[in-house]
Each structure stands twice: as structure tokens, then as C-alpha cells.
């Protein structure tokens, strides 16, 4: 129950720190033509803290043996509060962005940015969330779902499903800031589109994989479960972040971004076990992902693609 609880606590600091650290990257970029790019950068966060969650959990079930239930799982979670003391030194040392400081000299501030934004641009906050679609979802499934389905269906040893998913996380350490950079040449929403629909088909070719039974087989197919995934990872922190003027932007992100969490990232690996436990077969979870890469699809072609256009000026005009 408490872990339940400081989960959720969690699930709340992470809605207010996604959009923040997202805006203190593209914002002081002093190019615009590198904003992909640069806000991809606080992307690469969530490879990183896969890497170091499962790397924890691999080290401390070596470690603990058999009491891994008894007390192993803890030590993972009390070593966490170090990366709290890292990330608030890191905050306190930051200066507002150029944009905000504008905002606020010119006293033109929202004082309910959340309640305008949702008043002024519904639109941009469901297709922001619906965008994330396939992205959120099939990410729970390789990197959650696939720990259930691995040990209980393919009789895989947990240990060799973390490896795998070790391995997928440092390739990622590339494929974010790389998927952002391209996205820099041939725009934001055609990289993100390329991406959900290169998800959309990855799904049938992960599951059919990883029921070869082949251990070589089922590495590689989850050492490679987030490229789809990255390549709409990347952009997508300038994609939604540009969808929102200046001084709205940081609600609107954060409100469009995190809904998401909560329509597909929070429930897929509960889908994804419904499905399975319902028509015993894989091939309804790829067909779940591939409804979620329409839907993502569908959304991104609804945005406005400002690849390489000045918002910051923009934002610094608009009333």
C-alpha cells in the first residue's frame, strides 16, 4: 500500500517535470532548426532510467537470492532518492528560459494557464495524447508486459528478460537523439508518422519472434522493441511543445503529454494481458498496437508541424 501510494505521488512529480525540463531545453535553443534535437535530450531520460531500474533489479536479485521478495526489491527503491538530490541540484541551478523571463517582464503571465489552455486549444491537448497512442502503449507492453508473458508463456528465465530489455535501453541511448536530429531535416511529423506506422507493423513481426522459443531469437526481437518507439520518442517532445504558444506551453504540453499516461501508456500491459488471457493468441496484442499506430496516425496528421519556424518569436507576440 505505501508503494502504491508513493507510486502515485511519483506519477504526479513526473506530470510537472516532464513539461518543465522539455521547455528549458527548447527554449534556450538558440537554433530552431535544432530543436528536435535538443529537446530530445530529456527524453533520453526514460532509456536511462530503464537502464539503471533494471540493472538494479538484476543486481540486487543476484545479490538477494532467494529473498529477492523478502527485501532485495527494496534496496533499488531507497538508492533512488540519490537521482531526487541529482535532479534538484540540477533545477536549482537553472535559469528560467529566455521566453518565460519575456513573458514576465511584459506582465503578460496567464495567473490559470491550465484552465485557459483547456478552454483555448482542447483540440491541441487530445491530439497531443492521441498522437502518443503508439508510442505510450506498445512501450509498457516490450518493456512491462513482456516480463509476464516471457516467464509465464515461453518459460524465459526473468533475468535473461532484463538483460534483454538492458540491452534495447542502451541502444536507445542513440536512437532517441538520432530519431530527434532526422526529425530537424525532414520534419517533425514525418519522422513521428514513419515511426507510428513502423510501430504499427512491429508488433506482428515482436510477437511472431518471440514465439520462435529461441532464446537468440527473443534477445534480439527486444533488443529491438524500441526503435519503433524511439523514432516517435525523439521528435515528440517538439512536436507536442510547439503545438502551444509561450505562455501557455508548459500547461498545455505537460496536459496533452500526461493524458496520455493515463488513456494508453497505464493500461497496456492490463490490455495486453486481457487480450492474451481472452483469445489465448499474441496476435491480439499486435493487433492492439496496430489500432493505437492508426489512431497515432490519424492525430499526427491533424497537428501543425513548425519544424524549423521561429515559435519563440511568435510566442513573444501573441496576446
Not at 5 to 11: D, E, P, T
Request: overall charge neutral.
Amino acid at each position: 500500500m505505501i508503494l502504491t501510494v508513493l507510486r502515485f505521488i511519483q506519477g504526479v512529480g513526473v506530470g510537472g517535470e516532464w513539461g518543465g525540463s522539455v521547455l528549458m531545453s527548447m527554449e534556450w535553443a538558440r537554433n530552431d532548426r535544432s530543436r528536435g534535437l535538443i529537446a530530445s535530450w530529456p527524453q533520453f531520460g526514460v532509456p536511462c532510467g530503464l537502464f539503471l531500474a533494471n540493472f538494479a533489479v538484476l543486481a540486487f536479485s543476484q545479490m538477494s537470492g532467494d529473498q529477492f521478495l523478502a527485501w532485495g526489491w527494496r534496496v533499488p527503491f531507497a538508492l533512488s532518492i540519490i537521482l531526487v538530490g541529482v535532479g534538484l541540484y540540477i533545477r536549482l541551478g537553472i535559469l528560467e528560459t529566455p521566453v518565460f523571463t519575456r513573458l514576465m517582464a511584459e506582465r503578460r503571465l496567464d495567473p490559470t494557464p491550465m484552465l485557459t489552455v483547456i478552454r483555448d486549444h482542447p483540440k491541441e491537448i487530445l491530439l497531443s495524447a492521441f498522437a502518443r497512442m503508439s508510442e505510450q502503449a506498445p512501450f509498457y507492453i516490450f518493456t512491462a508486459f513482456v516480463f509476464s508473458y516471457g516467464v509465464g508463456t515461453l518459460q524465459m528465465s526473468r533475468d535473461f528478460l532484463l538483460t534483454a530489455v538492458l540491452a534495447a535501453s542502451v541502444l536507445s541511448f542513440v536512437s532517441i537523439p538520432l530519431c530527434g536530429h532526422i526529425s530537424d531535416q525532414i520534419g517533425r511529423k514525418n519522422m513521428y508518422m514513419i515511426g507510428a506506422a513502423v510501430t504499427g507493423v512491429f508488433g506482428f513481426i515482436y510477437f511472431a519472434m518471440l514465439n520462435t522459443g529461441s532464446e537468440a531469437i527473443i534477445f534480439l526481437a527486444i533488443f529491438l522493441s524500441l526503435i519503433p518507439h524511439d523514432m516517435q520518442y525523439g521528435p515528440q517532445a517538439a512536436l507536442i511543445a510547439e503545438s502551444f504558444t509561450g505562455r501557455l506551453r508548459y500547461s498545455g504540453a505537460s496536459l496533452g503529454y500526461q493524458l496520455a499516461s493515463v488513456i494508453a501508456g497505464g493500461p497496456a500491459p492490463l490490455i495486453a494481458a486481457w487480450l492474451f488471457g481472452t483469445y489465448h493468441s499474441s496476435t491480439a496484442i499486435a493487433v492492439y498496437i496496430a489500432l493505437c499506430a492508426v489512431i497515432t496516425l490519424v492525430a499526427t496528421a491533424l497537428m501543425t508541424d513548425y519544424t524549423g519556424k521561429d515559435i519563440n518569436a511568435a510566442a513573444a507576440h501573441q496576446r
